[in-house]
């Protein structure tokens, strides 16, 4: 499981999240997406933004992460578990043992799980995301990064 996170808001980790996840896909490598960034829910637009995702499934309104993966496209080996309805205590949620054993149960169903995570530093929800994922990346750009 790897998370990606970037230092400043649009430095680009949620471009590379998906893109990366897709060229997996193509090599028939199994990828879950995970829209990590509950409070922008970019990466779920990829889904055209379904209004259950993971904050409902860890606020325990659905007993089972899988009823709330959408497909991308044909790709049937690329998913994404967007953030559903925006929650007010997001990093509540994120902190909650129910992530923490989705992510267990997506790693062994997944070649790949990706964590699109909200910029380092600024809420708590990536440091507590990056206790559990196995790698992170950490994605800058010239000309966005303040230092």
Known sequence: MIDIVKASAGSGKTFLSSNIATVLSIKRRKVLVIDGDMRHASLSEYVDSPKKGLSNYLAGDFENYRDLVHQVGDNTYLHILPV???????????????FRELVA???????????????????????????????????TRAGVLEK
């Open 84 to 98: 559903g309805t925006i929650p007010p205590n997001p990093s509540e949620l994120i902190g909650n043992a129910r």
């Open 105 to 139: 149960n997506a790693k062994k169903e997944y070649d790949y799980v990706f964590i699109d995570c909200p910029p380092i530093d600024i809420v708590a929800d990536t440091q507590i995301i990056s206790d559990i994922a196995d790698r992170t990346v950490f994605v």
